[in-house]
């Protein structure tokens, strides 16, 4: 290998020509993302009239144009070839206007300054020329450099009137489509009328927005009416930068929209419904008295409290007429927001959530999503303890002699109660025949087919093992990085987000789970307070006494390894086909008579003997329990669980082969 020349020393860090546009994101490859960026800029520019020209064909400049406050060839050099400039930083979240628009106020868009390469979407290289004060600068820009990301190639100055921004490129790729580009920057810009956007010439009225839903007049009591639109902007365009309700009078903005008129709160504005749809209240010259100098807000009076109830009271009748479209909408997003917990649940189960979820949608269509998710996070919590799993732990916990106890839990039981935990049961049972068949295949997998089925059906090392309360969490990983660490290398730890609990050794196969507890005054703060060990061993392995201590040092190490949080109580179970006649089979750890660890040897026979026993004895009592349901019923009821049916394929027909 040949060793770099003594002048490369020091040598900064390289770019490939094509570093920017990868590191755009979509404003690079979606020209609809593009030139919305591009007049956000223009925006932020202050401008109120901004001409797009979009060429009918490749090869031809598309050329944004707005009359915005524009730039000397110095404040371009800092703004506009500054990587990731901070727009908040060096200018704040105001818009600076010229001279002649005094008065106007404005939010701005911009934050990083990444939207202002828009013109990469279509082609490397791009155009500026940007005037101020009578005099103007043009730039050549281009990413043809490996020292810069992007730079100037060209440079020179020019003498032009006013003030403004042209920015052009020769169209080489993805050239859009002028009807759609202004639809969408129209609706995206809808709000305020001092601001228009032309495509080729041409701009989109309030009236002729595509998402227009309704147009009113509102007669206003004691006062001149005044003009609502209603616009779905979603039609058009994904986002505007203000959503609720827009004052325009006489061809101006009053205020800020949004959905507080006066002191009124017409509908949360983090619904879903207030960030979809728009309303603007159009009023003529003769509101122009009742608006504060500044145009910041109306003035305080009769008048405009007459203007804001007309207004409320028309919001709350759209609202209720275009709520019932977004129940099925609303229901889906929080489903899918706890799709985690949702898919966890039965088919019924999740049938019915889902049809709770949709009646409180449409009983209180103004609900907050954090509000909505929390309710259904509770159905789904309550749906969870009446479903089989549930009420099979508790069956599994109570103990075979307690026939009172177990008459007196099936007596509390409905018949769909029971169904589910037959299900459960007939669940488990082809959980246990897995398990048996794959234990003595002597080429399984214990890491990626053994091990899952048996960590995740803890029911087979006892009933007080049978709890969702069981997984892992950081200090459990943390000590278990200490402990294991001692023994094998950091590969050995298995960090897929799917299984962070388990290690895998030479010999076996290691889970770690536990649970947590809250202490504390206020019950904040979590401690460990019983952790089960599971190892597999691989192979036809036989379990002796070396296994044994290896699994209590497992246990004394994690004691010992300062890292957990409480003083939990350690359960490992070590799993092989055979068990050597001389070793012990339990071992127990104690500190001043405290139990603190109990180390427990157990084959994969011994496992599915046992929970073959308990499931089926359980299995041939809860339908007797049940004696006075009729069959017919029943059996209806099964039947309605889907399931998969076979394909009837149609019966060749004369003289054709199948």
């Known amino acids: 290998m040949a060793r770099p020349k ?35 800029n223009a925006w932020d520019a ?22 915005g406050h524009g730039m000397n060839a110095a404040q371009f050099k800092t703004r506009w070839m500054t990587l990731g400039y901070d727009r908040i930083r060096h200018q704040s979240q105001t818009v600076e206007f010229p001279a002649e628009r005094k008065g106007w106020r404005r939010r ?60 052009s490129v020769i169209v080489e790729r993805h050239l859009p489509d002028p009807d759609r580009i202004r639809e969408i920057l129209s609706a995206r810009f809808l709000h305020n009328p001092q601001f228009v956007v032309r495509v080729n010439g041409q701009s989109v009225s309030l009236a002729d927005q595509t998402g227009l839903i309704e147009r009113m007049t509102l007669e206003v009591e004691g006062c001149p009416s005044a003009e609502a639109f209603v616009v779905d902007s979603s039609r058009a365009a994904k986002s505007t930068l203000y959503q609720g309700i827009a004052f325009w009078v006489n061809g101006r903005l009053v205020g800020t929209p949004g959905w507080i008129v006066g002191s009124e709160a017409v509908i949360d504005g983090r619904a879903r419904f ?159 025949a897995a398990i048996e068949k794959l234990s003595k295949d002597e080429n399984t997998d214990e890491l990626h087919t053994l091990h899952p089925l048996v960590t995740q059906a803890r029911w087979l090392f006892g009933p007080e093992f049978d709890s969702r309360e069981y997984a892992s969490n950081i200090s459990l990983r943390n000590a278990a990085e200490i402990v294991f660490g001692k023994r094998v290398a950091r590969e050995a730890f298995v960090n897929s987000r799917q299984r962070p609990d388990i290690v895998v050794l030479a010999d076996a ?19 460990i307070q019983d952790v089960l060990i599971i190892e597999l061993k691989k192979g036809r392995s036989e379990i002796g006494r070396v296994e044994m201590n290896q699994a209590d040092g497992y246990v004394q190490d994690f004691l010992g390894s300062g890292a957990l949080d409480g003083t939990p109580v350690f359960r490992a179970f070590v799993v092989g086909h055979t068990i050597d006649s001389k070793t012990v089979r339990e071992k127990e750890n104690r500190e001043e008579g405290v139990l603190r660890g109990r180390v427990v040897a157990s084959t994969y026979g011994q496992l599915v003997r046992t929970a073959n026993q308990r499931l ?30 076979g394909l009837a394929l149609p019966a060749p027909t004369e003289g054709k082969k199948t």
Not at 8 to 37: M, W
Not at 509 to 527: A, K, N
Not at 637 to 642: E, G
């Open 6 to 40: 003594k002048e490369d020393a020091g040598f900064g860090s390289l770019f490939e020509d094509d570093y920017l546009v990868r590191t755009l994101g979509r404003i690079a490859h979606d020209p609809e993302v593009a030139l919305t960026e591009l007049v956000a």
């Open 46 to 67: 202050g401008a109120s009239l901004v001409d797009l020209t979009i060429p009918p064909v490749r090869e031809i400049p598309l050329v944004v144009q707005d009359d």
């Open 108 to 167: 701005a868009y911009g934050r990083n300054g990444v939207g202002r390469h828009g013109l990469l979407c279509f082609a490397d290289s791009y155009s500026v020329e940007t005037w101020r004060d009578g005099k103007g600068a043009s730039f050549e820009i281009g990413t043809q450099s490996r020292e810069n990301p992007f730079k100037i190639e060209k440079e020179s100055s020019f003498l032009r009137a006013n003030h403004g921004t042209r920015l």
């Open 274 to 432: 207030a960030k979809r749809y728009s309303i603007v209240v159009k009023a003529e010259d003769d509101w122009m008295g009742e608006v504060e100098q500044d145009w910041v807000r109306f003035k305080a009076g009769g008048k405009a409290d007459a203007l804001f109830a007309a207004v409320c009271r028309y919001a709350q009748e759209v609202f209720k007429k275009l709520s019932a479209n977004l129940v099925e909408e609303s229901s889906e997003d929080v489903l899918v927001r706890n799709r985690e917990q949702f898919k966890d649940l039965s088919p019924l189960g999740r049938i019915e959530v889902a049809s709770f979820t949709q009646e409180l949608v449409q009983n209180n269509p103004t609900i907050h999503p954090d509000t909505l998710s929390a309710a259904v996070q509770a159905v789904i919590n309550l749906e969870k303890s009446r479903g089989g799993a549930s009420l099979l732990e508790r069956l599994t916990k109570l103990d075979e002699a307690d026939i009172e106890g177990l008459d007196r839990l099936l007596g509390q039981w409905t018949v769909s109660d029971a169904l589910a935990v037959l299900d459960e049961i007939d669940r488990r049972l082809a959980v246990v």
């Open 509 to 527: 196969t290691c889970s770690i789970v536990g649970t947590e507890s809250f202490d504390g005054p206020d019950g904040s703060l979590t401690r």
């Open 616 to 645: 089926f004895r359980l299995r041939e009592k809860i339908p007797a329990r049940y004696e006075d349901v009729s069959g017919a019923e029943l059996s209806a009821r099964v039947m309605q669980t889907p399931s998969q049916v």
